[in-house]
């Protein structure tokens, strides 16, 4: 079965500061991994995903996420934070070769202080 | 490009009535997703879709959810009747058909909420 667990339901980060928002998964075999953000009272937004190949994969907005293999993470990051990124950040999986039913973690929500 | 249209973006309603939601996907797209978000929680698939058939519904609460996709775009969601448990927001997103299965990205649409008094 597949899970995914985000590990800090809140990051708080200054302006301008690195931040990263942790994600640990399960799946058996090869895993597809995917970022999603989530602003108040909209859907989800999709910032990036891993699918094969390099390790580090670019998003949208300058965000970033490195898939580790013997770490099952794939953690988010972004070299310097905006205000403007304050929301709700999920990670999801699906499972190679087949449905492509994504799962969910319980979401982190980052906060960027002025 | 239109996104992922859904509505209405709200509704309340009281318990042991029905509801409906509706969702009309990106154009193009054939595999069509119903999600349930509780609050606090992440999205948690319903039912699936690729064109008309329902390939995957094991989530759906059979009892008293319902879904259809009858010329395989738009989609509606019935729940009949509900109850207080059923709060939640509601998400379609949608995707291309699938090709080796798993990678292709999903579009999400703004949700429609829920509140069951």
């Known amino acids: 079965a597949q899970s995914v667990a985000q590990p800090e339901d809140q990051v708080n980060v200054a302006e301008g500061n690195p931040l990263t928002v942790k994600c640990t998964y399960s799946?058996?075999?090869?895993?597809?991994l995917f970022w999603y953000v989530q602003y108040p009272n909209r859907g989800l937004q999709f910032l990036l995903k891993?699918?094969?190949?390099?390790?580090l994969v670019k998003g949208s907005y300058g965000f970033e996420a490195e898939f580790n293999k013997s770490q099952t993470s794939f953690h988010l990051k972004k070299p310097s934070a905006l205000v403007s990124d304050s929301a709700l950040y999920f990670c999801a999986v699906s499972r190679r070769a087949g449905a492509n039913n994504l799962f969910f973690g319980t979401g982190t929500r980052l906060t960027v202080i002025p | 490009e239109a996104g992922v249209v859904q509505s209405p973006r709200y509704k309340i309603i009281e318990k042991k009535q029905p509801v409906a939601f509706w969702c009309n996907p990106i154009?193009?797209?054939?595999?069509l997703y119903w999600y349930r978000q509780n609050l606090g929680q992440g999205p948690e698939l319903l039912i699936r879709y690729e064109n008309e058939e329902a390939v995957d519904d094991s989530q759906l609460p059979k009892d008293r959810f319902s879904a259809e996709r009858l010329k395989g775009v738009d989609s509606t969601l019935k729940i009949q009747p509900a109850e207080l448990g059923d709060s939640a927001v509601y998400l379609c997103a949608s995707s291309p058909l699938l090709r080796t299965g798993g990678e292709e990205t999903q579009y999400f649409g703004p949700g429609t909420r829920l509140l069951v008094l």
């Open positions: 799946v058996s075999g090869n895993p597809y």
């Open positions: 891993y699918i094969t190949g390099d390790n």
């Open positions: 154009s193009g797209h054939n595999t």
